[in-house]
């Protein structure tokens, strides 16, 4: 598991290769990751945005922004945690993904920003 922590939140981030959705045939990889955010500050937080850079092994970079994460803009109290899974599919069986969140500090409405960890997407026959 890789961690980081920004400002107060802490973002941490698992990954796991999804053979069964894969077709390395025509250079189709999917990736799991789970991510865990926790408020560790005495203020309530909100996620409004995210910002992804995701890197293939084969050369190709992309950029990916949006609102909330899947679908949701959480508000995370002090103390406790916001977990979510997502996927990223590759053109080859190795790369990484690292961004960013907008957050809004519920009471000054003060935006900052929280960065998401780089993280390393292998299928697990890579490792050996």
Not at 23 to 37: D, L, R, S, T, W
Not at 46 to 52: A, E, I, K, V
Not at 55 to 75: A, L
Not at 84 to 93: A, F, I, M, P, T
Request: charged letters at 25%; aromatic letters at 10%; proline letters at 5%.
């Amino acid at each position: 598991m890789i961690a980081q922590i920004t400002s107060g939140v802490k973002v941490s981030v698992e990954t796991l290769y999804q053979p069964e959705y894969s077709n390395p045939e025509n250079e189709h990889f999917m990736f799991a990751y789970k991510i865990k955010i926790e408020n560790l500050t005495d203020y309530s937080v909100q996620l409004m945005r995210r910002h992804w850079d995701i890197f293939d092994s084969n050369g190709s970079r992309r950029e990916v922004d949006g609102e909330g994460v899947v679908g949701q803009q959480p508000v995370i109290e002090p103390g406790e945690s916001h977990m979510y899974v997502s996927g990223c599919n590759l053109k080859s069986d190795m790369g990484s993904m690292k961004g960013n969140y907008q957050m809004t500090r519920l009471l000054d409405n003060e935006n900052f920003v929280v960065k998401i960890p780089e993280f390393h997407l292998i299928a697990p026959y890579r490792l050996n």
